[in-house]
């Protein structure tokens, strides 16, 4: 069964700690993407990585960070210093970075309390 | 300015009726646009995909067009069902570069 997964679905965080969001892919792409969406707003990009071991800011970057040392993992960390992380995190992948269609995870949605 | 404006922002629609949604982008130079259906609590799913020279294309209920002159697409959803209900992004991307536009999207409630 192909697909990207995301976990954990659903996500509570204290005020001041640090939480990683868990993306993996088995559909072989090279590119991967992070994503933040709020309600009533459009998708905004955090990090993105066209090939292991690369990854490059997005728009929104700060307060974020991530890794790529496995093709088909790609976790981002919400750091303390993301003033307002409470959001729902979308994982994406491409088969090459300049493949349009993206693939879509199912979504975290994290808390911070 | 956000680079791809979709209107209405929602709408409540009876089962079985038709309904069009509108998104009207600045980016340059277009590549293709993209219609995405998403459900509550989902990631987005690819319905179509409209190129430079296409006007129009179907994927069941659902038919895109594209106006490239006047860079102006729409979504039309015919003969609703419940499973409709969703919220549809329109996404757009330039020529030589993989940076994406997002449109806010067009949240969709079907009602019996």
């Known amino acids: 069964d192909g697909g990207i997964t995301q976990s954990p679905k659903y996500l509570f965080r204290k005020e001041g700690q640090n939480v990683t969001l868990s993306c993996e892919q088995n559909l072989n792409h090279d590119a991967m993407y992070w994503y933040r969406q709020d309600p009533g707003q459009g998708l905004r990009l955090i990090y993105y990585s066209q090939i292991v071991n690369d990854f490059q800011k997005g728009d929104i970057a700060e307060g974020y960070s991530v890794s790529r040392e496995k093709k088909e993992s790609f976790p981002l960390t919400v750091t303390s210093a993301q003033k307002n992380p409470t959001a729902f995190y979308l994982c994406a992948s491409t088969p090459d970075f300049l493949h349009r269609e993206q693939f879509f995870g199912p979504g975290t949605r994290l808390t911070v309390l | 300015k956000n680079q791809v404006e979709q209107s209405p922002q929602s709408l409540i629609i009876l089962e079985g009726k038709n309904c069009t949604l509108q998104c009207n982008y600045t980016v340059s130079p277009f590549s293709n646009l993209r219609w995405y259906k998403q459900d509550t609590g989902r990631g987005p799913v690819s319905l179509t995909i409209?190129?430079?020279?296409?006007n129009t294309k179907s994927n069941g209920r659902y038919t895109a067009t594209l106006d490239a002159d006047t860079k102006q697409s729409s979504l039309h959803i015919t003969a609703s069902q419940l499973s409709d209900s969703a919220s549809y992004i329109c996404v757009v991307s330039a020529r030589g570069n993989n940076r994406l536009a997002f449109g806010k999207g067009n949240q969709v409630v079907v009602i019996p």
């Open positions: 409209m190129t430079f020279s296409e």
